[in-house]
């Protein structure tokens, strides 16, 4: 096998996002960009989703840093709209729109219009939660948006199986289909829960960081395959899974932590990018096959089917969100008050991914009597001009949109008040535990140090609130800036010596990457921290 296409596809995705940082433009779009570009350059190799490797072995990772990363607490305060998105919306997606490509498209069996519907209904909320972290937008819609991508594609994927064991002639019935859900949705979440604590159980155990690490790579593999050998949803299972670390990962050991968040920052950036990339290298493969339908005809399906994904999310968005208020006082005392801005931006939001096009190009060629599926390639073109639509005309006006309506953002004022409101009171019950502990003869200390441990914590204490206090006039930095770079400064002299101390023979090299171990996991600890 030759691996220089692979080498060359992740470095190019990797120097495309790189790039996409220093322009306003969003990474997945940019990537798609230079992906339908490149399809065509002369010398691009070839480059063809496989379902049997997106779902399987790229769609776990993707999920499980993506839960990690997600507030427990947020996703369960806003159950309901979540709910509503990733499970209501995403079967009244595949209802309508596919209907609807059935009115349009002349000769299309209902039932593969259905599983046309099933493919197109989950959106990737990777670029829109993206964008919206970037311009600062409240807390719930982000969460929002989240959850829902979270949750949606074990929707869809089973909507998929049962809409084409009918357009295969396999037999769907709707207690036929209600029962899979019911499987795939409570098996997947049943099969999480039983993973999740002894998974847990056996990472506050293991002493080694890489050992720890080393689980961590393997538990989304292990969560989604567990759950699909026995029938069930793997999307959930990971996610369930994901969720749990995620609320308990102050219970690991730190230094687990900091490798553990590196790495999977560093897994997700690679294959974001690289699934991006290659959603725009489909383009041939998709138009290849389209040689029974002229070029108006497929371009009037396009956007046909694009105009009813974009409507039929309004459809159920704004109804969601208002009338469950008007009928229930509990939910409009439970839950903020909300207006019509909102669900105009989550409607907007629902941009399709990756996963569209791996479900898409995994419809088999023939149906159960051996007849070619019908319409098979015009069903994949039409995802795919859908999940280009969605990205670049959405993904590309949702700044805009999120700017014209004037939405009120995060207050980075009010959270830095918070955040020192926290640490003031954290660092309270550490001097009290620390007092107790110095009384104990056991604990004895010579002076310098035990000064040196309340220095520390008044440090943490000032940190935050030096924040909002004045900024050095000369460099604009807060007081807390400065010691972070003077403390930078320090470490970064103490490194050069060691590496000198290395260069004459004074040290080996062991020793010296000991040294220089303890000072990048202080300067990790103490002052790379995000003000």
């Excluded at 990797?14 to 570009?37: D, E, F, K, N, S």
């Excluded at 991914?353 to 599926?373: D, K, M, Q, R, Y």
């Amino acid at each position: 096998m030759d691996a220089l296409p692979l080498v060359a596809l992740i470095a190019a995705s990797a120097a495309i996002a790189g790039a996409a940082r220093r322009t306003p433009v969003p990474a997945p779009l940019l990537l798609v960009t230079v992906g339908l570009i490149g399809a065509y350059v002369p010398g691009v190799p070839d480059y063809t989703l496989d379902p049997h490797i997106v779902l399987p072995l790229v769609l776990p990772p993707l999920l499980h840093t993506a839960a990690l990363d997600s507030s427990y607490l947020d996703l369960r305060a806003n159950l309901r709209p979540v709910a509503l998105l990733s499970v209501g919306y995403t079967l009244f997606a595949t209802v309508a729109v596919g209907y609807l490509a059935y009115l349009l498209v002349p000769d299309l069996p209902l039932t593969a219009a259905l599983v046309l519907g099933a493919v197109v209904a989950p959106p990737d909320a990777v670029a829109a939660t993206a964008i919206a972290r970037r311009l600062g937008l409240p807390n719930r819609i982000t969460t929002i948006l989240q959850g829902e991508s979270l949750v949606n594609d074990a929707t869809a994927i089973t909507a998929y199986r049962v809409a084409l064991a009918a357009a295969v002639g396999e037999g769907a019935s709707w207690a036929g289909g209600i029962g899979e859900f019911a499987l795939a949705s409570l098996g997947g979440i049943g099969v999480g829960l039983v993973l999740m604590v002894p998974i847990h159980w056996l990472r506050t155990h293991l002493r080694e960081a890489l050992l720890q690490n080393t689980l961590s790579l393997l538990i989304p593999f292990v969560a989604y395959a567990a759950a699909e050998r026995v029938g069930a949803s793997g999307v959930l299972a990971v996610v369930v899974v994901a969720l749990y670390l995620g609320h308990h990962s102050w219970q690991v050991d730190f230094e687990t932590r900091l490798q553990e968040g590196a790495v999977w920052k560093m897994v997700a950036f690679i294959l974001e990018s690289s699934v991006f990339a290659l959603i725009g290298l489909q383009l041939p493969y998709v138009v290849q096959g389209l040689g029974g339908y002229s070029v108006g005809e497929t371009l009037w399906y396009a956007v046909g089917v694009f105009v009813a994904v974009v409507v039929v999310r309004f459809v159920w968005v704004f109804p969601a969100t208002f009338l469950p208020r008007a009928l229930s006082p509990r939910i409009r005392k439970r839950e903020p008050d909300t207006n019509w801005t909102a669900p105009v931006i989550v409607g907007w939001a629902g941009m399709r991914g990756v996963v569209s096009l791996a479900i898409a190009f995994s419809i088999p060629l023939a149906t159960a009597g051996g007849e070619p599926f019908p319409a098979r390639n015009l069903v994949l073109f039409l995802t795919f001009t859908t999940v280009i639509g969605t990205l670049v005309i959405q993904g590309l006006t949702l700044p805009a949109l999120i700017r014209a309506l004037k939405v009120p953002g995060r207050d980075p004022q009010a959270e830095t008040l918070a955040e020192a409101q926290a640490q003031s009171q954290a660092s309270r019950a550490a001097e009290q535990r620390l007092d107790e502990l110095l009384a104990d003869e056991g604990n004895a200390l010579p002076q310098p140090l035990a000064d040196r441990l309340r220095t520390v914590l008044e440090r943490r204490r000032n940190a935050v609130w030096e924040r909002l206090g004045a900024v050095n006039p000369v460099t604009g930095e807060s007081a807390d800036d400065t010691y972070r770079r003077l403390a930078r400064e320090m470490i970064e002299a103490e490194r050069e010596v060691f590496v000198q101390l290395r260069d004459q023979r004074r040290i080996d090299d062991e020793m010296m990457r000991t040294l220089l171990r303890r000072l990048d996991l202080e300067e990790a600890a103490a002052y790379r921290e995000e003000p």
